[in-house]
């Protein structure tokens, strides 16, 4: 059996002791991790024959930092008791005891990690090396020292940079940067290496260093209160609703003016402040979301399928449009070949300069080389026909062409003869049904919806449709695709919408009745963009999407689910598709988009042009359609009216089990809709921050006030059974088994 979390020690006939933290996979420091070392040390600093001691992770990492599943298993008082405690035992045996020590550092030192190195008095890595301070992506910050002792190694102006970011650095950065001492040339030359280290500040030929007292780094007070000022003001306009970034400057100020002792007594203070923030729960939630939707019950969870894993190295692109050839990009960028299949020669060509044109773009960004840009490009290959001869060797196709059925529909038949019966059959559709698409197969179980976002070779998820007929090996294996061109897979059932389409309609539905109900549109924009937190607001995101693309899609789900679909026909689209003002693309939408400097696009608020537009569409929803005339709305019910909705859709999709964890939801809606990660996800923070009972009893409220409307704001029974129960929504799987009435 495999051990607990600990750590092992080792010493050599030189009297180099070598601690190993010992934690698969990433050796997180578990509490127990934590005070095994702290007793090796003290045993190390006590032994006769030990004279320096050497800190490396079992198998491929250093160390990923302080284990994350305590910040959920325990209370937040005995977090805080762990970490502080740790903090100074870092100091007192890591740093300032009688031997000193190495960090020999392989894979990841992330977080504590890289704290324990950066506490350590010589730090030796191989080149492949990963080292940062990630905290901030946990709504924490540093709580080993590593606000005190990263400035201290490589500047504050860095330091900052490197916390801020959450960036890591590699072998050779970390090197130049000075967050290293030494570079191993090969990773089997790292422990040798250190020990020489070890050895060496034994023997007094190098000087031991105690990277708390150094100030050799830090820049002059003056400059630093500078840099302090304008990273704090750079902070709050990045991340304006969030406090943690802010404390982490404040504990890294106190150091620097202060000294490092006093620095770290900060840093436990702050430390402690952010642990109790709301945006730590939801930060940790996501960590964890996210790995969790790679695990999916029955395909992925460690089931032995019958069907051996398939080869993955070609995939054919139906379409070279905007979605294709980003899906051609990534799939580039992974390694793979790619057939590119486009009806004439022009589309191809266009198709293929699109690709181009976006590893271009990663060239200029200094992410990839003209060289490798030239090798991906030779594994490109454009097609007019479904040839036998090309289509034979793919592995995987995935279909991105326009939203029309029969065609889709021809492609698969089509595609069915050509391709072999073990190839996966994927479509990129946005919101029709699967099995639809199927219906000319001979063998219709074999398609799976493989749904991007668009572009679609930046944006990180990948909705994965499967039917109740999609054999579990092809889920497995769209999986791993999903992950080897490196998105976030989130596996969904089949429906109008799919999970994300589907629930964020009532988002860009609410903000139109909202207007109809006479608030102001750019208003609701600024509450939901700047208060809330969303990338942009729904008619930004309207105009991004396309109006004429809103109309279409607004049909499908009146057909779908015309009880809670707001249809207003002198509506704010219907008009704006009357006069051809189909949002970004068109120069026009709900704002005018005028090219700014470096041909960036402004959105301008153009009330002259809209106004009329608005005027109309509210005064035929408030004459015809029973629509009132709001005032006084506060900020906090627009978020409600706009975002319940929102989440009484999410319930239904929990409902009818569309996804499988309430935690897929959260991942899906931060990924695709750049819902705040700091809220944890729609879920999370519906749980969180609102609560069921409440949730209900306000879109009961909506329901009253828009009484020829209520369909939309209406709760549904998942929703309700949870608020009756007192059970949080992430929990109302379990108990929707029986309908209300029956309670
Ligand atoms: C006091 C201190 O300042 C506070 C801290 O140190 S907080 C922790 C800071 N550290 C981090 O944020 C690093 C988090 N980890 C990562 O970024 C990535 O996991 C990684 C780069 C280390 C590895 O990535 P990758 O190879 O893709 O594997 P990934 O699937 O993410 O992780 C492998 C497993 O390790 C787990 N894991 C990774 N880091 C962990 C950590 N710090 N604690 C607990 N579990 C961790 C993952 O949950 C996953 O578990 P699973 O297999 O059961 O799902």
Redesign the pocket.
Known sequence: MAPGPTCTLSVDRQGVATIVLTNP??N???PDVLSALQNLLEECHSRADVKAVVITGSGK?F?????????AAQSPEKVKES?SG??QILTRVLEEGAKPTVAAIQ??A??????VAAACNARVCTPDA?IG???L??G?????G?TQRLPRLVGLQTGLELILT?KSVKGAKAHSLGLVDEIAKTPQELLATAKAVALDLASGKRKRVRTLDREDRLEPKDIAKMILGIAREQTKKRAPNVQHPLLCIDAIEAGVLNGGKAGLAAETAA?NEAARLPAHKALVNI??A???T??VKGVSDGTKLAVPKRKLGTVAVIGGGLMGSGIATASLEAGMSVVLKEINQKFLDAGVSRIRSNLTSRVKKGKLTEQKLEQMMQRLKGVLTYDRRDFQQVDIVVEAVIEVVGLKQQIFKDLEEVCRPDCILSTNTSTIDITLIAQKMRQPERIIGAHFFSPAHVMPLLEIVRSSQTPADVTRDLLRYGSQIRKTPVVVGNCTGFAVNRVFFPYTMAAMLLADAGVDAFRIDRVVQRAFGMPIGPFRLTDLVGGDVSKHVGGNFLLSFPERTYGNPSGQIAQLNDKKWFGEKTARGFYRYDKGEKKRTKAVKDLEAIGPVFQKSAQHAQTHLGVPSLLGVSDRDIVEMIFYPVVNEACRVLAEGIVEKPKDMDIASVMSMGFPAYRGGLVHWADAECGAAHIAARLQTFAKMFPQQSGFFVPCEYLLNCAYRGVPLSQGQAFYQSPVSRL
């Open positions: 996979p990433v997180a420091l578990h990492n160390c990923a930092g302080f284990d994350i599943a305590q910040f970490v740790a903090s894979g990841v992330l977080g504590g990690g890289c704290e990963k301070l990630p905290e992506q946990l924490i910050i540093p709580g080993f590593g959450s430390f960590f964890f996210m790995r969790g790679k695990k």
